[in-house]
């Protein structure tokens, strides 16, 4: 099988050729960081126009990479939720336009799966069960993978997700915003004392396996007042003294960002373990896995636990079209995808988007079985 993946459901626009046995033959991504650094955010209305100026560009590009034509396909893969609908419409209509001009079966993929199952290209043992702890600018998610589209949802986010808190504490640290506030915020927090700002973790009176960021955001912007850190001048040109107040406050607000995921991993371990004792593996992916600091703590939570540790590289944690080409892949193996649609579809067809979509049930806790 070889699998176009097509992902618009966020700022990335990016496409992915694919073939079953794991082979990538191309990948590319085109970023809306340029805007993102310019506007200071990113309004559903101009991240759609991004998107349809190089969608065309990005698909084709994908295609001449992998020197794979469009017959060639055996089906076209496309994020369909979670995710701003102006954005999913984008992906889903070249989607629709290229399954329907060369009668390619489709699969609708959910952007969170795609995130998870990632894992299983880079990692050809991972079977099901396994865990994840997916983590991204909008999802915090604790979730067992029982099999191919049967998932368990033990934690979510009350309210922020832990990228979103990076990205704030990038921008109020006055930091390149050029790429994502996560990264940057990364390295900055190498030059810091991570003990230096008492932040205090978050949700810990609540023995469960929830998420909650928002408090800590808040945290980190009064860290920032009341220390007078001039963040109206960009870390490039602060002074010495200015620089290593923010680096502190970059590591103090990681070490408890991560310290609230480590905690919430370790119970969640304990949860899928009553579920499915056979569990040996938990995936972290999202593009907050690719920062080396959360990867370290989590390695020694899950090994302390008797698990080991799957993280995809950091270009497949982050959006791209690999992971929406590979998940296309493992439900088309076991027949879940759609029938081409029309050649001659009309641009107003109402499109099965999902926006909001869940993952799977949620677990309560204290029932031996989940479902
Ligand atoms: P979602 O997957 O929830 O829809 P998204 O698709 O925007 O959100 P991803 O591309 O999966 O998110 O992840 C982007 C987020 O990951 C951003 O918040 C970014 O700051 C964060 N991130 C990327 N690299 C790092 C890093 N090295 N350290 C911390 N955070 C990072
Ligand atoms: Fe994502």
């Known amino acids: 099988l070889v699998i176009l993946g097509i992902e618009t459901s966020c700022d990335d626009t990016a496409a992915a050729v694919v073939r079953s046995n794991g082979e990538i033959l191309s990948q590319v991504v085109s970023s809306q960081a340029d805007l993102l650094a310019r506007y200071g955010g990113v309004a559903p209305k101009m991240a759609e126009e991004a998107h349809a100026q190089v969608i065309d560009k990005v698909v084709q590009e994908a295609l001449d990479k992998a020197n794979v034509k469009e017959l060639d396909l ?36 959910h952007h969170m799966e795609a995130h998870a199952l990632v894992a299983r290209l880079t990692e050809q043992e991972l079977q099901f069960p396994f865990m994840a702890l997916l983590i991204s600018g909008g999802h915090n998610l604790l979730i067992l993978a029982r099999d191919l589209g049967q998932y368990v949802q033990l934690g979510t986010t009350i309210d922020d997700a832990i990228g979103e808190a990076y990205d704030k504490t990038a921008k109020w640290l006055g ?46 912007r009064l860290a920032i007042e009341s220390r007078n850190v001039s963040t109206e001048i960009p870390i490039s040109s602060a002074s010495s003294e200015d620089r290593s107040s923010r680096a502190d406050i970059a590591a103090s607000f990681q070490r408890v960002a991560v ?21 040996k593996y938990l995936v972290v992916s999202g593009g907050v896995a690719s920062n080396q600091y959360v990867r370290a703590r989590l390695n020694q939570v899950v090994k302390k636990k008797g698990l080991e540790l799957v993280c995809p590289p950091p270009s497949l944690c982050t959006d791209n079209g690999v992971m ?3 998940t296309g892949i493992e439900h088309f193996r076991v ?21 909001r979509w869940p993952l799977g049930e949620e677990y309560a806790e204290g029932k031996s079985e989940a479902r």
């Not at 990364?186 to 991570?194: F, I, P, V």
């Not at 932040?199 to 800590?216: E, I, R, T, W």
């Not at 995808?337 to 107003?348: I, L, Q, S, Y």
């Open 335 to 355: 027949g879940r995808f759609d029938p081409p649609p029309p050649a001659d579809e009309a641009e107003d067809t109402i499109l099965d988007l999902r926006p």
């Open 74 to 109: 055996s089906a076209v893969a496309v994020t369909i939720g979670p995710g701003l609908s102006l954005c999913l419409r984008v992906g889903v209509q070249k989607a629709r336009k290229i399954a329907g001009s060369f009668n390619l079966p489709m699969v609708g993929v």
């Open 259 to 279: 310290l609230h995921l480590e905690e919430r991993c370790e119970r969640a371990v304990e949860w899928a373990l009553k579920i499915e004792p056979s569990i």
């Open 175 to 220: 930091l390149d915003l050029r790429r994502s506030g996560g990264p940057a915020v990364e390295e900055l927090a190498r030059e810091g004392d991570a003990e230096s700002v008492k932040f205090s973790v978050p949700m810990k009176q609540h023995k469960d396996c929830n998420f909650s960021y928002a408090g800590l955001k808040t945290q980190v």
């Open 324 to 326: 929406i080409a590979w």
